[in-house]
């Protein structure tokens, strides 16, 4: 069920995104591993850990813009339609005082798959890059 654990394939190379990235699967794992030893843990880990997400995807698209990152609006809408997700997720109708396996299976999935599909492209881009290319026009 759970794959995501901190291994060299989610290192993207810019510090500052893989810190990010790797205080999340921490994050999912000790809630994952609180649901493997006592009651759910609480709703509210579930919230810090989408609130910290979204400083990164904040920071992420900062970057994209700053180095004129060609699949900034795709990589961008990924962003977007997570946070809806989530927004659907932690809705009154949906949220409960506890966190679900299944909210944290998805979090965990999405994580582990955007870090090694987008994040790493984004990396591997910004690690050829010499220098800033300055701020782009995004249509």
Not at 2 to 16: A, H, M, Q, R
Not at 20 to 32: R, T
Not at 108 to 115: L, R
Request: aromatic content about 10%; overall charge negative.
């Amino acid at each position: 069920m759970f794959n995501t654990k901190w291994t060299s394939d989610l290192v993207v190379g810019i510090e500052d995104i893989d810190q990010c990235h790797k205080y999340v699967v921490e994050k999912i794992n000790e809630a994952y591993d609180r649901f493997m030893t006592g009651p759910p843990p609480e709703g509210y880990i579930f919230d810090e850990i989408l609130v910290y997400m979204a400083q990164c995807f904040d920071y992420e698209q900062m970057l994209m813009m700053d180095t004129c990152y060609p699949d900034f609006l795709a990589h961008r809408d990924e962003h977007e339609i997570f946070r809806q997700r989530m927004i659907d997720i932690r809705s009154p109708r949906n949220a409960s005082s506890s966190l679900s396996i299944d909210q944290l299976v998805i979090l965990d999935h999405w994580v582990s798959h955007h870090i090694r599909e987008c994040d790493a492209k984004l990396g591997a881009f910004v690690g050829d890059l010499s220098e800033p290319q300055g701020r782009c026009k995004i249509a």
